[in-house]
């Protein structure tokens, strides 16, 4: 049976009787909001949020220190607590809030807390040990994990996969070239390449091994490779493998000694200071150990900076510790100004004047970080196209992300500066020589989609590539599309039929770098709203039914990472203040400021508002690798609910009623 498209929209969400929030009520919320905000801005402009991963990256630091012999005891001890309290009630250490066991995560954590001191009987030892044992043993762990336990002398060398570092030498037209990978894969693999060539053994000067969590002692184990398979090409590079491993043994010393330099000069040229080499842990937590295995002094520069990098990741609370995956400034300020420019936009504007200083202020930190001289990795693809892009961190200069360029680059755009022109040029340039064939963009580099890399034994994790997605994709088309340059129609064309082509069959789309599918329907309703695309247009009005029903009774929306490992999408045990903002700007931006559904979210976001202006929020809400990494950025629960209560505020005073920007 036909469905009419705009009976379709008008239909109310289905639930408990649907509350009208008196306005004055929106006011305060968002008055509230705003402050607390505000107040989170640093004196430079800028604002920097913790992001929290899982237990790995705290566990690995600890190991790092006991590989280097560099332990801080008072530290790890606090690294310990915060280890301890994020256990899962299954024994185990999960990787995200309330997810499953995890067993890589479990034995990194297990083995960290040995080495703190713990007692392998206290309690909670004892349970990581049984359900570790219970899973298949470290034995069964992930090839990062078997890595870490080859440096620890735990499992042989050979329990990991052959990745000879003589693929360095390999030019970019090979198939199994480093430059066919991600950035975070290149820079991860390029210092453990190195590693698995020289072999160290960590200091460990407390000789703390864990042959209690092998079921099979590592010695007589010969299956080390055992998937997961995605397809049958797995198993075929699987005896790829066998037959890999035995040749490495031919390969001339002047050989490995001129691929060990390639490595080398890769890595030094992209240090990047105390930000360390790509911005990210592991990649710089592997550059401290390749200089230790080289014989270079940690007094040396390039090896005091690389550990300095890592130890700037560490966050201290009072009595617990952890270190973060990377930071998030850019990102950060990017939302943060998004959130206060719509808070103090329209009639009532929230504090217009003290808003206008405190995002010039963000404007001229961002400008300041705009990458202009450096051609990244990703100018491998597109030579001739200029830098312009913005980094997620800090500095990281080779790095550029396509979604935080079009996040600042929508931001600075809105605020209007005209100083702001060539900033905003030179990210547009950037943007357009960024596109995929398909029309589409991935996050740092283009056509980054050779498939069959993500089936080698090295990529159990699935993640060695960064192709095009649907979340990326939508902000490039948000940022292009609200700056309006009619010759950039064909490009934006594109990109609305790659979008089209990827929406699921519910209705929704993937969210890559967030959680998940509320993230990415609200991510592409905004795109094909400033596009241009109809509000009828079927594909908005199958978001809009799949978005609708899937609100909670209390009318929030949820959804936490279960739904990248198969669970329905857009379903959570509670609501949360992100999800609940995006699911209502996407209603918003498709048209229905004025719909039951908004209305009821806007209630949920008033309601659950804490009194000093914040909102609380345990799960996890974003995404490194599906299935493996998940992030918690604690400044979403700030950015998001403050932006939704502010632009159906704002709506309320418009003549159309509808979302003029791409953000």
């Known amino acids: 049976m036909m469905v009419n498209a705009t009976d379709t929209l008008e239909r109310p969400s289905a639930g408990a009787a649907d509350p009208v929030v008196p306005m004055i009520e929106i006011d305060q919320a968002v008055d509230s909001a705003h402050a607390a905000l505000g107040r989170r801005q640093n004196d430079d402009g800028h604002w920097v949020f913790e992001l929290e991963a899982d237990a790995t990256i705290p566990a690995e630091y600890v190991l790092l220190e006991h590989y280097l012999d560099r332990i801080e005891p008072d530290l790890e001890a606090r690294i310990g607590v915060y280890l301890r309290r994020i256990q899962g009630d299954h024994g185990g250490w999960p990787l995200y809030h309330g997810g499953r066991f995890d067993l890589s995560a479990t034995v990194k954590a297990y083995f960290a807390l040995k080495a703190i001191g713990d007692d392998i009987d206290a309690p909670h030892m004892a349970r990581a040990r049984a359900a570790i044992l219970d899973h298949g043993g470290a034995e069964r762990s992930n090839v990062f994990t078997r890595f870490q336990l080859a440096l620890f002398g735990e499992v042989p060398w050979h329990a990991t996969p052959a990745m000879p570092v003589e693929l360095m030498l390999l030019p970019r037209k090979a198939l199994f070239s480093v430059w066919n990978m991600s950035y975070w894969s290149r820079t991860v693999i390029a210092p453990l390449l190195v590693l698995a060539a020289l072999r160290p053994r960590a200091v460990n000067p407390r000789d703390v091994h864990v042959p209690e969590l092998f079921v099979t002692p590592p010695a007589q184990v010969r299956d080390w490779i055992r998937g997961p398979y995605r397809s049958a090409l797995g198993r075929v590079f699987k005896y790829v493998d066998k037959v890999v491993r035995p ?5 001339p010393e002047a050989t490995r000694r001129r691929a060990i330099k390639a490595a080398v000069d890769f890595i030094e040229p992209r240090l990047n200071g105390v930000d360390g080499l790509g911005a990210i842990y592991p990649a710089m937590a592997n550059s401290v150990m390749m200089y230790r295995a080289l014989g270079v002094p940690d007094s040396d520069p390039r090896a005091a900076t690389a550990w300095e990098s890592v130890r700037r990741l560490l966050v201290e609370n009072g009595d617990e510790a952890y270190c973060q995956p990377c930071v998030s400034p850019i990102w950060d300020t990017g939302l943060a100004g998004h959130a206060m420019i719509e ?8 504090r217009p004047h003290e ?10 930190w961002l400008r ?3 990458i202009l001289d450096v051609k990244g990795d990703w100018a491998i693809n597109c030579p001739d196209v200029a830098p312009g892009g913005w980094a997620f961190q800090y500095n990281n200069d080779y790095y550029p992300d396509v979604d935080d360029t079009a996040v600042v680059g929508m931001l600075l755009h809105r605020e209007g500066d005209p100083a702001h022109h060539d900033a905003i040029e030179r990210a547009r340039q950037w943007i357009l020589g960024m596109q995929s064939t398909n029309g589409g963009w991935g996050a740092f580099d283009i056509d980054n989609n050779m498939d069959f890399l993500n089936h080698i034994p090295f990529a159990d994790h699935g993640a060695l590539l960064d192709p095009p997605t649907a979340d990326v994709t939508a902000r490039c088309v948000s940022f292009l599309a609200q700056l309006g340059h009619p010759e950039d129609r064909p490009v934006i064309e594109r990109a609305v039929a790659y979008l089209r082509s990827d929406q699921e069959a519910e209705g929704c789309w993937f969210g890559r770098w967030g959680t998940n599918y509320i993230y990415g329907t609200w991510s592409v309703l905004c795109a094909l709203n400033v596009a241009g695309v109809s509000h ?7 978001a809009v ?5 899937v609100q909670r009774e209390d009318g929030g929306w949820g959804e936490d990472c279960a739904t990248f490992e198969g669970a329905t999408p857009g379903i959570y045990t509670e609501s949360l203040p992100s999800q609940t903002a995006w699911a209502t700007l996407g209603l918003m931006a498709a048209g229905l400021r004025d719909d039951p559904a908004v209305a009821r979210g806007m209630a949920y976001l008033a309601r659950t508002q804490k009194e000093d202006g914040e909102w609380d929020e345990e799960p996890y809400n974003a995404v490194g690798f599906p299935k493996v990494f998940y992030l918690r950025y604690h400044g979403y629960r700030q950015f998001f609910p403050l932006m939704a209560l ?11 009623r509808r979302v003029a920007f791409g953000f």
């Open 355 to 364: 808003t206008k200083k405190k995002l010039a202020a963000a404007a001229e």
């Open 247 to 251: 040749g490495e043994r031919l390969i």
């Open 646 to 656: 502010s632009r159906y505020r704002n709506l309320e005073s418009s003549n159309t």
């Open 343 to 350: 808070a103090a936009s329209g009639p009532d504007g929230i």
């Open 545 to 549: 039914d799949w978005l609708r029903s």
């Open 536 to 542: 009828d247009d079927p594909a908005i009005v199958r």
């Open 368 to 370: 300041s970080r705009q």
